[in-house]
């Protein structure tokens, strides 16, 4: 049995110790806190319930161990994962600490949001053997992971990433070069700003933005991202008619994105008591119950459609992974 150290709690560290387990491998999980084994059992129970409804074949499920010390963890991993707090200064040490007792050979993927993977390798005792693995929340149930290396990582290194990744049922893809936050969270920061904006200004609620959302672009970007959905809206004529009708508008002053809101206590306020009616007194235990029924029910259409995220799950299902 293949053997993955997960060095990290919270939402995403046990989100990638249910996946390594659903898929079969052996996982040592490392987390000081007194609440980590409480999260990472709750994620793990939750991600037994959903992740069988979109794959067609699962290995045996893996061994969790709780390990004393993250020395313990590491030892003879094959993949190591680094979940901690997003602060420089603490996963320097924290990789500094893996590296003292993990193999040579293992690869050490980080979860970070926003630290280039040179950065993170700063004084490292090797490295090359460091790079970026950032996925997205479900771990368990969303395919995608951003696979950064910088110009110290190998081929051979990056390639062994590639491969143990889309092992675990991922979909990794390896970015040309490394920038501040990747490209999801690039992406996903630019909406925020300008969410955050309309919230300020009274143009909308935090209710009315994700219902724009969810019943409009949301269900396009589904199954047909970004520029595939602008493609289409070009009709006929394809890209290049998109983009000569719609390109001057990027000269118009539609958005703020250069420009951001202070987080001051009165937006604050605004945005919690917004979200709290929204939630309807739902709590967070229910609305990521919702969250996992709705996107195994997505991943369930496009797959009858092989679209997208449902294309890739027929793959696997076809070659046996």
Same mark, same amino acid.
């Given at each position: 049995m293949q053997k993955a150290a997960i060095i990290g709690g919270g939402v995403i560290g046990a989100g990638w110790a249910a996946r390594f387990l659903l898929h079969g491998w052996q996982v040592h999980f490392y987390d000081p806190s007194p609440a980590a084994l409480e999260v990472v059992n709750r994620v793990v129970k939750t991600a037994a319930r959903w992740v069988?409804?979109?794959?067609?074949?699962?290995?045996?499920?893996?061994?969790?161990?709780? !390990?004393?010390?993250?020395?313990?963890?590491?030892?003879?991993?094959?993949?190591?994962?680094?979940?901690?707090?997003?602060? #420089?200064?603490?996963?320097? !040490?924290?990789?500094?600490?893996?590296?003292?007792?993990?193999?040579?050979?293992?690869?050490?993927?980080?979860?970070?949001?926003?630290?280039?993977?040179?950065?993170?390798?700063?004084?490292?005792?090797?490295?090359?053997?460091?790079?970026?693995?950032?996925?997205? &929340?479900?771990?368990? #149930?969303?395919?995608?992971?951003?696979?950064?290396?910088?110009?110290? &990582?190998?081929?051979?290194?990056?390639?062994? !990433?590639?491969? #143990? #990744?889309t092992k675990i049922g991922m979909k990794p893809v390896l970015l040309k070069a490394e920038v501040p936050a990747h490209v999801g969270d690039r992406l996903l920061e630019a909406l925020w700003r300008e969410a955050l904006w309309l919230i300020k200004d009274g143009v909308a609620t935090t209710e009315q933005i994700d219902d724009i959302m969810t019943h409009g672009f949301g269900l396009r970007w589904a199954q047909k991202g970004l520029f595939e959905t602008y493609r289409v809206a070009g009709g006929t004529a394809g890209m290049r008619h998109?983009?000569?009708?719609?390109?001057?508008?990027?000269?118009?002053?539609?958005?703020?994105?250069?420009?951001?809101?202070?987080?001051?206590?009165?937006?604050?306020s605004r945005i919690v008591e917004q979200s709290d009616a929204q939630a309807a007194g739902r709590s967070v235990s229910e609305l990521e119950a919702e969250r996992d029924a709705n996107l195994v029910a997505l991943l369930k259409a496009l797959r009858t459609e092989n679209a997208a995220a449902g294309a890739f799950l027929n793959q696997l299902a076809i070659t046996g992974d």
């Open positions: 069988p409804e979109i794959y067609d074949h699962l290995p045996p499920r893996g061994e969790l161990i709780i !390990a004393p010390t993250l020395a313990e963890a590491v030892a003879e991993a094959e993949w190591i994962q680094e979940s901690v707090p997003e602060r #420089l200064p603490i996963k320097h !040490a924290t990789l500094a600490e893996i590296q003292a007792a993990c193999s040579v050979g293992a690869v050490i993927g980080s979860s970070t949001s926003g630290f280039m993977p040179s950065e993170l390798q700063q004084d490292a005792l090797r490295p090359e053997q460091i790079l970026v693995a950032h996925p997205y &929340n479900p771990v368990y #149930l969303l395919p995608i992971v951003e696979c950064v290396p910088s110009s110290v &990582n190998t081929a051979a290194v990056t390639d062994r !990433a590639m491969s #143990l #990744l998109f983009l000569e009708q719609f390109g001057p508008c990027l000269q118009w002053p539609w958005t703020k994105l250069m420009d951001v809101p202070d987080l001051d206590d009165q937006l604050i």
